[in-house]
């Protein structure tokens, strides 16, 4: 390939490797990152660089012993990567699996949510429902540990324009499931064919030169799919009411919605749900559940969890800390000492815990609040989703409780599939959760049904959760309110004296995974950094 | 489930079985169309009804020979709809593979295009391009075949906002990579801004009543991302300059582009590229090449292909049609006789085969063109595109005459990859096509190179395909002109005395493997027809 090299690639890369020999591949990188050779999201990840096994002596390190409370995302990137530096660490668990909120409800999974009576996922073997985290947007963070433990992925499906959109009291289009193609192509069409006549004919006063003014008439006339006069009369975007097909069979376009119809349904309100950073295509799934994450963890940091582990009091000293725990298998209340203690416990549950805190940190912890969040997997008979409609993965978005239905990502073509019946926010998840898990079933079922009839001949079981009331979560993620960021939130991203709090809660890449792992990365880094200096 | 089921349901469904012992499931799944239990894609598909084996005398059906011209996806499907009711069908196929266009080239996979000398597949075992086909919608009725064959599939990352814009000549953003999400978030953060102040202002004489408005404009500052002020000011749709993290760190968005800088990039040209029926997501592929597809019609027509068997005449009488062909291993003339004839070979390589057809017939097929196409698969000895810059699949765009770069959708966080160094039509595909395979490659990583560096280092392989060169293809699919699907169309879609003709040219779904199959299904039909009136 030397003779396709051009001048400047050839200088670019001379001085990447003069930089190499001066200043080691740490420099290459940051060098590449300035030229444009890397993302901001490549160089971000970059940011962490692992504790060196070889920047202390062996006694230093095995000295240094470090609790970790909690083995979700957070506890366990905390004693991966000081396991791997040499450290001596042990996480706490309170229940028999590591994850926390990544979690893989299979058959004979159990959960008693709080006053409610035990629920037992009578899913068939093989099928699954994700009941926390469920996707990962190719940029994360998380993807680092994918790659390094080789863990197999699979695309999350987040966009599918065959699923659909369904509303009800909105006019003339209640009740109506719209594929989404339909309402994104009248939204778009409607929307560019006014914007571009009032361009063309000059009714707005825009900053632009007459042939600016054309390029963004040319652009409305592509995004809505305008004729020549720049009307929007329908487009195959939207689909057809008669598919195309052999020979003479051209197929027919579906007639567009009335722009007042289309505007009434609120439909377009639910475009820009693809369009956040964190939901853009694409997005993957470890093959055969997210438990697949927390699983390639726990492989690697044998004996260092102890499960059933529910911790009941922190303490500490000048010189370490001292978390005392339950041990649920036993009954009986057990201590472990260590120089510093990393908790990830999530801060409703913390908020109960005895602890000799700062009273600006206990203050802190008490104050922050937690999103409602509930999920239900429906396993069917038959994946009529796909078999009688076409749809492979995606969701559908309703007005209704139900808020959305997720199709499997995963299994395609199977004879079952686990759908994800809801996943609910805020409100929404407040009524679901408030019900019991019979009532939630029936009522996932029956709206469900307005848009899939299948549902109530192809239904076969049912699990579901309301993450504010799973004990040892009581919440779906952390919700900073008003000026709690500017307020109390610091004081929790500060050690308090041997203690340092991770997790998702402890960064801005919050409800996502790649936020406990950024957190703990700090931690680590804290750590590592403040016991060199000892 | 009784409990949960509503009177209406209850009645559908009684309805629905009250007519199904009536008229049997045909009847019943034309009902549940009628009802919109079933999609237009299903009904569609459920227009052809498979030739019934007892519905003809075997002596009857074994007494007819077919004889089908070209293994492609149209004389497969031809070949194993007929054989499925018992006819006795032969294929005749010039190349040693079935598939036709739908052809995965790997390792040792040898073409020598016309006029050029032979390029060789130098690809490491396992990694492939899909030279034709790639991808499929997930409604074509291509998706039924890999349902009843069982083939496995994976999604087809059709849509990544990860993924590049490029474009050289379009003032302050030339020679600028920009990821997607940047240009869709400006184009339609401005665009949105422009028409909401006109909507609020008034400036716009809308048919909309005071509260529609309304809706309009919330519509327009979730669509553009807009503050309360109507303004667009950026958002993190587009992306940080600095990425959000762990503990303060909340991140910097990126600043917008200006509109000027947007309008003139031509950038927001390419978002309506994602919104075409058949390119919308989901769409689809068979994990390990596209070749899986002809490959399990191949195993179900055992000894009913002959390979190597260059058709060179069809002579046609009043009881049955006669093909000489060349077999080019030995080199000899051969005949075989049959009732009937499909002929899937594509019009340019047709239109030079001896053939008896009518006059009109013979005009109609020398008259049409084809589209040219051509790709090049560049093997790369690390997949920097995942590792550096995160982009799991998708594509990138650009207005160089590479066109398009598309990333492997499969085999994620491998060592190495296959990458579409170009998927380009027309003008672009003659320019590139009237080059030498050296030729091909070096400007395909040269352009390529400017969007990503790394080509330069990591280059080690490529494989191109110039579709207008390649021997018995002579064109990537059919292409229409004026109005000759008015003029010379209708008479390709009918049999010339005992020939039809099958494939993509005889569709409405050109340039997809669902236009051969469903063509091949209307002629499956028709003759089972015209043999069942004998």
Same mark, same amino acid.
Not at 291 to 301: C, G, H, S, V, Y
Not at 346 to 360: C, T, Y
Not at 434 to 443: C, K, P, S
């Given at each position: ?113 709080? *006053?409610? =009576? ?7 073997? #093989?099928?699954? !429902?994700? %009941? +926390?985290?469920? $996707?990962? /947007? ?95 009369? *329908?487009? =195959? ?7 195309? #097909?052999?020979? !003479?069979? %051209? +197929?027919?376009? $579906?007639? /567009? ?278």
């Amino acid at each position: 390939m030397e003779t396709t090299k051009t001048a400047k690639e050839m200088s670019r890369r001379q001085f990447l490797t003069t930089v190499g020999k001066l200043g080691g591949g740490a420099a290459v990188f940051s060098v590449m990152g300035t030229l444009g050779l890397l993302s901001p999201e490549t160089l971000k990840a970059a940011d962490f660089v692992p504790p060196d096994m070889n920047e202390l002596s062996m006694s230093k390190r095995g000295g240094k012993k470090i609790i970790i409370l909690g083995a979700g995302i957070a506890g366990l990137t905390a004693a991966y990567e000081l396991g791997q530096a040499g450290y001596d660490c042990t996480i706490l668990e309170a229940r028999a699996r590591s994850g926390g909120r990544i979690w893989s409800v299979r058959r004979g999974t159990t959960v008693a949510e709080i *006053g409610a =009576s035990k629920q037992v996922a009578r899913f068939d073997d #093989g099928l699954y !429902l994700n %009941a +926390g985290p469920m $996707r990962i /947007p190719q940029f994360h963070v998380t993807m680092e540990y994918i790659r390094k433990f080789g863990i197999p992925i699979e695309p999350f499906n987040n966009v599918n324009d065959h699923a659909y959109y369904y509303n009800e009291d909105v006019g003339e289009l209640s009740g109506q499931k719209i594929r989404k193609r339909e309402a994104k192509a009248d939204v778009r069409g409607y929307v560019s064919e006014l914007m571009a006549k009032a361009v063309s004919q000059q009714a707005l006063d825009l900053p632009l030169t007459a042939e600016e003014k054309e390029k963004l008439v040319a652009y409305l006339r592509t995004e809505g799919g305008l004729d020549a006069d720049l009307f929007y009369k *329908g487009t =195959s975007r939207g689909g057809y009411k008669d598919e195309p #097909g052999a020979r !003479l069979d %051209a +197929g027919v376009v $579906r007639d /567009p919605f009335s722009m007042k119809a289309i505007i009434n349904s609120g439909f377009g309100n639910y475009l820009s749900s693809e369009y956040g950073y964190d939901q853009q295509m694409m997005m993957f799934h470890p093959v055969g559940g997210i438990d697949a994450i927390p699983n390639a963890f726990e492989k690697r940091l044998k004996g260092k969890i102890q499960y059933h582990a529910e911790v009941v009091e922190i303490k500490q000293s000048d010189s370490g800390v001292t978390v005392f725990f339950k041990h649920l298998g036993t009954g009986e209340t057990r201590k472990i000492e260590g120089e510093y203690c990393i908790c990830t416990i999530p801060l409703p549950v913390l908020k109960s815990i005895k602890a000799d805190f700062s009273p600006g940190m206990k203050q802190a912890i008490d104050s922050i609040g937690y999103a409602s969040a509930g999920k239900i997997g429906l396993q069917f008979k038959r994946r009529f989703w796909e078999e009688d409609e076409q749809i492979y993965g995606g969701n559908t978005l309703t007005n209704m409780d139900i808020s959305s239905i997720y199709y499997p990502p995963t299994g395609y073509m199977q004879k079952k599939g686990v759908l994800l019946g809801y996943y609910a926010f805020g409100a929404n998840a407040d009524k679901l959760g408030a019900m019991t898990f019979r009532e939630r079933e029936a009522h996932a079922v029956n709206q469900g049904a307005k848009i899939h009839p299948q549902y109530h001949k192809e239904f076969e079981a049912s699990f579901s959760v309301d993450w504010k009331r799973i004990k040892y979560n009581l919440g779906g993620w952390v919700s900073y309110s008003g000026d709690q960021r500017q307020t109390v939130y610091p004081t929790l991203c500060k050690p308090d004296r041997r203690v340092y709090l991770a997790g998702e809660h402890i960064s801005y890449i919050t409800a996502w995974m790649a936020g406990g792992i950024e957190s703990a990365r700090a931690v680590v880094t804290d750590i590592h950094q403040r016991v060199m200096k000892e």
